[in-house]
């Protein structure tokens, strides 16, 4: 494992952590729907470089995404905090 993808995966980990059994579920859950609504907060745990995203509506792969709805707003908060407060590593496209 290279030093991107382990500090990648070390910021993912640091991500799902926060997470409470009961927000746990509810992003299991959400994996299913097929799209986010336009305007959604999310965060795409394979793709942390993006930082905070909005749904533009388009078809998005849900098994990595994290939306603001499926945790309550103080877990959120430490998200956000989370993914602004590194300079993650840029994944190239």
């Not at 859950?29 to 533009?56: F, H, M, V």
């Not at 709805?69 to 496209?93: N, Q």
Request: glycine share 6%; aromatic share 2%.
């Amino acid at each position: 494992m290279n030093k991107e993808n382990r500090s990648e995966m070390v910021s993912r980990d640091t991500i799902l952590k926060m997470l409470s059994k009961d927000e746990t579920g509810s992003v299991s859950t959400a994996e299913t729907a097929l799209s986010l609504p336009k305007g959604s907060e999310y965060i795409d745990l394979s793709r942390l470089d993006c930082g905070i995203q909005n749904a533009n509506g388009n078809a998005i792969v849900m098994g990595h995404i994290l939306s603001r709805k499926s945790v309550h707003k103080d877990t959120w908060a430490k998200i956000v905090a989370e993914v602004t407060a590194h300079d993650l590593p840029k994944v190239k496209a």
